[in-house]
């Protein structure tokens, strides 16, 4: 394992370790204590809403190992030669979409959207880290929720192991779009949270991490607009 990804791996797990007990401990106290003030559960909640947006961003952070050192193409090419890196299997689309659609459902409600899905059934496997690509499937999926608040997000599969992913965010910046898989930048396309709304919770990863497991596997992701301009339509080729 690369230096970085070791050094990543070891600081995540310090920082888990120590998020675990405070996260349960706020549990505990919510649940089981007597005589906690309706102001005192108040602060429990929003320090147990914080320590669960840290794992998320924890998760974010660990998996970026995945945007150093790929290629630059986001058509893709062939799988990673590195032994170890990933562990393929046969996998099916439709079971991937399915985790990674309980996985934000937490955002899915909170936002209102309804996502409407089109995967058929019978599609043929496919080989590939099915870990892997259920956490790059998660983070195209998370990005489009987060866009189309109150509004709908359309997933359905291209060919055997495509994926279109397609949100009601409205137009954007065709500057914007060209960068969109470059860290950080998929933040300038996510609305801002109204006043008193929770702040962000991400750190705006999830779409370069998406396109390096993508590209590793010998697929990759490109972004343009949806063919209604309402939004930015995602289409993902899970493997070469």
């Not at 990674?100 to 995967?119: D, F, H, M, P, Y």
């Not at 499937?137 to 929720?145: K, N, Y």
């Not at 965010?169 to 930048?185: K, M, N, Q, S, T």
């Not at 590209?215 to 070469?240: E, F, K, N, R, S």
Request: proline share 6%; with cysteine.
């Amino acid at each position: 394992m690369p230096d970085d990804d070791a050094f990543l791996n070891r600081v995540g797990h310090d920082l888990r370790g120590e998020l675990a007990t405070m996260v349960a401990g706020t549990h505990y106290l919510m649940r089981y204590e007597r005589g906690v003030s309706e102001a005192g559960k108040q602060m429990l909640e929003r320090v147990n809403g914080a320590g669960n947006r840290l794992r998320r961003l924890l998760d974010e952070l660990e998996a970026a190992a995945w945007i150093v050192g790929r290629p630059a193409s986001p058509e893709g090419g062939a799988r990673s030669q590195t032994p170890g890196l990933l562990a393929f299997e046969p996998c099916l689309l439709a079971p991937l979409v399915t985790a990674a659609l309980g996985r934000v459902q937490t955002s899915i409600a909170q936002r209102k959207v309804t996502v409407r899905v089109e995967i058929p059934e019978g599609l043929p496997e496919i080989e590939g880290d099915a870990e892997l690509l259920g956490i790059a499937v998660e983070h195209v999926l998370d990005f489009a929720v987060a866009r189309s608040p109150g509004r709908v997000v359309d997933v359905r599969a291209c060919g055997r192991a495509g994926l279109a992913v397609t949100d009601q965010g409205g137009p954007v910046d065709a500057g914007v779009l060209a960068r969109i898989f470059e860290p950080f930048a998929e933040k300038e396309l996510i609305p801002r949270p109204e006043p008193g709304a929770r702040r962000r919770e991400r750190l705006g990863l999830g779409l370069a991490i998406a396109r390096g497991i993508f590209v590793a596997h010998g697929g990759g992701i490109a972004a343009a607009m949806a063919t209604d301009g309402g939004g930015i339509a995602l289409t993902c080729t899970l493997v070469g």
